[in-house]
């Protein structure tokens, strides 16, 4: 987080500390806020689980709950202080979302929130059923809060506690967006391939965000059972899960600001609703989720985005200051020119009794550019997802720098050093042109979500940054580096896209209609570009359809016809070859 961003949270925490102590405040707001503070803790975990990384949950109040049981147990059947027990409520709240989540996070579509409604279910009713916890009358005589010998007991004492703990928060998940690792979680939702590509452990960043949202709720939980000094299974059930998501997307499901001002809308709404309707209906029910339910509906079709942009105005893209040159990132090292680098043998790739890739065969050697043409439908992306990785072969062999990666993940095989664009421009739209970029470089880094959180990464990053703002510059985009991706022309998404490529600092670049709407100059531009990567010893695969680009660039050209491999050789030679001809203008050249 900037350094402005730090100096704002530290004078709201003096605000905080010094507010309830004004007399501005009756105790029933002091209450109330209370309990917007912990519901800020669980929103603020879903914003970063659901709003930024796309993982949506229902379930977020049984980790609530496990936070609140595991401190009950230990300060009332064991006699531990409260505060001892806070690192052990936090364990056991991480040690389960652990378990659950490695089964929970690899479901994609409808089956995630339905499994995340699963085991949301399963520990409430656990919760209800072991005696030792109390069973469904829960436990009571849980003891307060103590500094020193002066127990936190008053409403007003604990409003400092809570909405420090808020600040903290607020504080290290901005910390953990503003790095490599938050890039990650933000390309989760609408870049995975993309992320894949560039070495992004998509399994295992889904489990960290959901361990980290799940220790969120669990420190709410602890919060909870030493405010209201009892606990019960009903706070902990779907209706509270339903709730704390309700919260996250009324207040802004990617703003983490959000998720305190849908805490406070939802909750306020609760308690006017609880008086309202029964009186209303003319009998006492838990009518207010009839209402919530109405009001998720109305927010997801008239403000998908919540309420922060509609009071504060859409997102800004923060410019990131840059320092005084640091030490560069270490560089790989480029295979002698000439040396095989990638051998493709014989692949096949079919769908059903569909073949789309049918043994082909070619070979790109360092220091050159080799161009993979055809007509549309020949094969040519399917042969690229399956050098790639993005693709299983049905059979054949891919040796890449001495080693088959067949069957590798798409990590693997870009921490060798092979890069790629892709077919459709594959962005982050609501990140900046900057950090789309860096995300290249993610296998050039190794701080983790812990050094991000304690904001420890701040040289690691400064010095991916500086390698993305140089790799922009390359493509010529340095002007664009602090605007928002999805502003940008489809031209010069392509060139982002190259120089992401090229942040991973990739001996093989495969490109796959990179001139594909650009102007005539930024054709030139990438031409020269690509000549130079070819001087570095970086060699290029290359998909084109403009032939004059792919012509005047190419040392060897490969030909692809139904997924069949029809010419290979100089560009002069494969221009003059009448196969090529027959498969590009449909036998008319004879």
């Given at each position: 987080?900037?350094?402005?961003?730090?100096?704002?949270?530290?004078?709201?925490?003096?605000?905080?500390?010094?507010?309830?102590?004004?007399?501005?405040?009756p105790?029933?707001?002091?209450?109330?806020?209370?309990?917007?503070?912990?519901?800020?803790?669980?929103?603020?975990?879903?914003?970063?689980?659901?709003?930024?990384?796309?993982?949506?949950s229902?379930?977020?109040?049984?980790?609530?709950?496990?936070?609140?049981?595991?401190?009950?147990?230990?300060?009332?059947?064991?006699?531990?202080?409260?505060?001892?027990?806070?690192?052990?409520?936090?364990?056991?709240?991480?040690?389960?979302a652990?378990?659950?989540?490695?089964?929970?996070?690899?479901?994609?579509?409808?089956?995630?929130?339905?499994?995340?409604?699963?085991?949301?279910?399963?520990?409430?009713?656990?919760?209800?059923?072991?005696?030792?916890?109390?069973?469904?009358?829960?436990?009571?005589?849980?003891?307060?809060?103590?500094?020193?010998?002066?127990?936190?007991?008053?409403?007003?004492?604990?409003?400092?506690?809570?909405?420090?703990?808020?600040?903290?928060?607020?504080?290290?998940?901005?910390?953990?967006?503003?790095?490599?690792?938050?890039r990650?979680?933000?390309?989760?939702?609408?870049?995975?391939?993309?992320?894949?590509?560039?070495?992004?452990?998509?399994?295992a960043?889904?489990?960290?965000?959901?361990?980290?949202?799940?220790?969120?709720?669990?420190?709410?939980?602890?919060?909870?059972?030493?405010?209201?000094?009892?606990?019960?299974?009903?706070?902990?059930?779907?209706?509270a899960?339903?709730?704390?998501?309700?919260?996250?997307?009324?207040?802004?499901?990617?703003?983490?600001?959000?998720?305190?001002?849908g805490?406070?809308?939802?909750?306020?709404?609760?308690?006017?609703?609880?008086?309202?309707?029964?009186?209303?209906?003319?009998?006492?029910?838990?009518?207010?989720?009839?209402?919530?339910?109405?009001?998720?509906?109305?927010?997801?079709?008239?403000?998908?985005?919540?309420?922060?942009?509609?009071?504060?105005?859409?997102?800004?893209?923060?410019?990131?200051?840059?320092?005084?040159?640091?030490?560069?990132?270490?560089?790989?090292?480029?295979?002698?020119?000439?040396?095989?680098?990638?051998?493709?043998?014989?692949?096949?790739?079919?769908?059903?009794?569909?073949?789309?890739v049918?043994?082909?065969?070619?070979?790109?050697?360092?220091?050159?550019?080799?161009?993979?043409?055809?007509?549309?439908?020949?094969?040519?992306?399917?042969?690229?997802?399956?050098?790639?990785?993005?693709?299983?072969?049905?059979?054949?062999?891919?040796?890449?720098?001495?080693?088959?990666?067949?069957?590798?993940?798409?990590?693997?095989?870009?921490?060798?050093?092979?890069?790629?664009?892709?077919?459709?421009?594959?962005?982050?739209?609501?990140?900046?042109?900057?950090?789309?970029?860096?995300?290249g470089?993610?296998?050039?880094?190794?701080?983790?979500?812990?050094?991000?959180?304690?904001?420890?990464?701040?040289?690691?990053?400064?010095?991916?940054?500086?390698?993305?703002?140089?790799?922009?510059?390359?493509?010529g985009?340095?002007?664009?580096?602090?605007?928002?991706?999805?502003?940008?022309?489809?031209?010069?998404?392509?060139?982002?896209?190259?120089?992401r490529?090229?942040?991973?600092?990739?001996?093989?670049?495969?490109?796959?209609?990179?001139?594909?709407?650009?102007?005539?100059?930024?054709?030139?531009?990438?031409?020269?570009?690509?000549?130079?990567?070819?001087?570095?010893?970086?060699?290029?695969?290359?998909?084109?359809?403009?032939?004059?680009?792919?012509?005047?660039?190419?040392?060897?050209?490969?030909?692809?016809?139904f997924?069949?491999?029809?010419?290979?050789g100089?560009?002069?030679?494969?221009?003059?070859?009448?196969?090529?001809?027959?498969?590009?203008?449909g036998?008319?050249?004879?």
């Open positions: 987080m900037p350094a402005r961003s730090t100096w704002i949270a530290a004078v709201l925490a003096l605000v905080i500390v010094a507010l309830p102590f004004t007399g501005l405040m105790p029933y707001c002091v209450t109330l806020f209370n309990y917007i503070g912990i519901s800020s803790l669980v929103a603020i975990g879903l914003v970063l689980l659901t709003g930024v990384g796309g993982m949506t229902f379930g977020q109040a049984a980790f609530v709950g496990l936070g609140a049981y595991t401190t009950s147990v230990l300060t009332v059947h064991y006699g531990m202080n409260p505060w001892l027990a806070l690192p052990l409520a936090l364990s056991v709240t991480a040690l389960g652990l378990l659950i989540g490695a089964l929970t996070v690899r479901l994609s579509g409808h089956y995630l929130p339905l499994g995340t409604l699963a085991w949301g279910v399963a520990l409430f009713y656990l919760f209800g059923n072991l005696s030792w916890l109390g069973a469904h009358d829960g436990m009571s005589g849980i003891p307060p809060l103590h500094l020193g010998n002066h127990a936190l007991i008053e409403g007003r004492q604990y409003f400092v506690v809570v909405w420090l703990a808020v600040v903290l928060a607020v504080v290290a998940v901005q910390n953990l967006l503003g790095g490599r690792t938050g990650a979680v933000r390309a989760l939702r609408r870049s995975t391939a993309a992320a894949e590509a560039f070495g992004v452990n998509i399994a960043t889904k489990l960290k965000v959901f361990v980290f949202a799940a220790v969120l709720a669990g420190l709410a939980g602890w919060l909870y059972a030493h405010f209201q000094r009892s606990v019960a299974p009903g706070p902990f059930g779907v209706n899960g339903i709730e704390y998501l309700l919260m996250a997307v009324v207040g802004g499901a990617g703003r983490v600001y959000g998720a305190i001002l805490a406070t809308a939802i909750t306020f709404l609760r308690d006017q609703l609880q008086n309202i309707l029964p009186a209303l209906v003319g009998a006492p029910g838990n009518y207010e989720i009839v209402v919530f339910g109405a009001v998720l509906v109305f927010t997801l079709q008239a403000a998908p985005s919540g309420l922060w942009p509609i009071l504060f105005g859409p997102p800004r893209v923060a410019r990131i200051a840059r320092r005084r040159r640091s030490a560069s990132l270490l560089r790989r090292g480029v295979p002698e020119r000439g040396a095989p680098l990638l051998d493709v043998e014989s692949v096949c790739k079919s769908y059903g009794g569909l073949v789309a049918n043994k082909v065969g070619f070979d790109v050697r360092a220091g050159e550019i080799v161009g993979l043409i055809g007509p549309n439908g020949a094969g040519k992306s399917t042969t690229f997802n399956l050098i790639c990785g993005a693709l299983a072969l049905n059979s054949g062999a891919i040796r890449f720098r001495d080693a088959s990666i067949a069957g590798a993940t798409p990590q693997q095989i870009a921490a060798r050093g092979l890069g790629r664009t892709f077919q459709h421009a594959n962005i982050v739209a609501d990140m900046s042109v900057l950090e789309n970029v860096a995300l470089a993610h296998l050039r880094g190794e701080a983790g979500l812990l050094r991000a959180v304690l904001r420890l990464d701040r040289a690691e990053e400064a010095q991916l940054l500086d390698e993305a703002a140089r790799q922009l510059q390359r493509v985009l340095d002007e664009h580096a602090h605007k928002l991706a999805g502003s940008l022309a489809l031209g010069q998404l392509r060139l982002v896209e190259v120089a490529a090229l942040c991973l600092d990739p001996v093989l670049v495969l490109m796959d209609e990179p001139a594909a709407g650009l102007r005539f100059g930024e054709k030139k531009a990438l031409a020269r570009l690509l000549r130079e990567l070819r001087s570095d010893g970086v060699s290029v695969l290359l998909i084109e359809h403009d032939m004059d680009f792919v012509m005047s660039l190419a040392d060897r050209l490969v030909v692809l016809d997924g069949t491999k029809i010419c290979e100089a560009p002069a030679s494969v221009r003059c070859d009448p196969k090529v001809r027959d498969a590009y203008l036998g008319a050249a004879s």
